[in-house]
C-alpha cells in the first residue's frame, strides 16, 4: 500500500482557516486521495475525496498537487466541532482488496476558542 | 440518511467464550469492512468482504473469523475470546466513494 504522512498534531483558532497537510510521494496514477476525520468517541467519518482536480463539498476543500505526491485538507473556517484526528488515506480503485482503506496515525487537531 | 448499525455499543465476554459481533448497512453497500482501534495502534483491518460469501484476511484476522450471508449483513466472530481481544471494534460499508462507519461495539474480555 502506498504510504501518507502527516503531521502529528496541529493547532487552530476557532473561525480560522486550517491546511492540514499530507504527503504520498509514492502515490499510483489511479490512487485516489481520501479523508477522514475521527471526533472524539465516535467512529471514523468521510469527508472528501479526489483523484486529480481540486475538490470542495460542504464540510472541506482538497487541493491536490498538479504532481499529485500532496494534498491538503482545507477546513475554510474552524469550529470547535472540528477538532478531530483527520486520515488522509490513498485508495485504489480496481476493486477487491482495492477498495480497503489503511488508516495511519492521522493529525490530531486541536481547536482554540 | 444512511446507515451502518452495529448490534452493541458495549460488550463483556468471559475469556474463552465464542462472540459475535453483528453489523448490518441499509445502503445496498458491496463492500464491509471490520476493523479494530487500540490507542496508539490506530485502526487495523481485520477482514473486509466485497460480495456476499467473499472475505479478505485484513492485516490482523488471527483469532478473528467472519460471516457474510446476506449484502447487508457482516459478522465478526472471535472463536475463543482472550484478554487481547479487549477493544474498539468499528464495522465500515462502502460502495465506490466514501466509507461509512459504524459507531463502534467497546468490547471488555475478562
Known amino acids: 500500500d502506498a504510504k501518507t504522512t502527516q503531521p502529528n498534531s496541529m493547532e487552530s483558532n476557532e473561525e480560522e482557516p486550517v491546511h492540514l497537510p499530507c504527503n504520498h510521494s509514492?502515490?499510483?496514477?489511479?490512487?485516489?486521495i481520501h479523508w477522514y476525520r475521527q471526533l472524539p468517541s465516535q467512529g471514523p467519518e468521510y469527508v472528501i475525496h479526489?483523484?486529480?482536480s481540486n475538490v470542495n463539498n460542504r464540510m472541506a476543500s482538497l487541493a491536490i498537487a498538479e504532481d499529485r505526491k500532496s494534498s491538503t485538507l482545507i477546513l475554510h473556517r474552524a469550529t470547535l466541532r472540528d477538532a478531530a484526528v483527520y486520515y488522509c488515506?490513498?485508495?485504489?480503485?480496481?476493486?477487491?482488496?482495492?477498495?480497503?482503506?489503511?488508516f495511519g496515525k492521522g493529525t490530531l487537531l486541536t481547536v482554540n476558542p | 440518511d444512511v446507515k451502518v448499525t452495529q448490534s452493541s455499543r458495549y460488550l463483556v465476554k468471559r475469556t474463552g467464550e465464542k462472540v459475535f459481533l453483528e453489523c448490518v448497512q441499509d445502503?445496498?453497500?458491496?463492500?464491509m469492512f471490520w476493523y479494530r482501534q487500540d490507542p496508539g495502534l490506530g485502526l487495523r483491518l481485520i477482514y473486509f468482504?466485497?460480495?456476499?460469501?467473499?472475505?479478505e484476511k485484513g492485516d490482523i484476522p488471527e483469532g478473528y473469523s467472519v460471516s457474510r450471508e446476506k449484502k447487508e449483513r457482516f459478522s465478526l466472530i472471535l472463536e475463543s475470546a482472550s484478554t487481547n481481544q479487549t477493544s474498539m471494534y468499528l464495522c465500515?460499508?462502502?460502495?465506490?466513494?466514501?466509507?461509512?462507519f459504524g459507531s463502534g461495539t467497546r468490547l471488555t474480555v475478562v
Open positions: 465500515a460499508s462502502s460502495l465506490f466513494d466514501g466509507y461509512t
Open positions: 509514492t502515490i499510483s496514477g489511479t490512487d485516489y
Open positions: 479526489g483523484l486529480t
Open positions: 488515506i490513498l485508495r485504489g480503485v480496481s476493486g477487491g482488496s482495492n477498495y480497503k482503506l489503511t
Open positions: 445502503m445496498d453497500h458491496e463492500n
Open positions: 468482504s466485497y460480495d456476499v460469501k467473499m472475505k
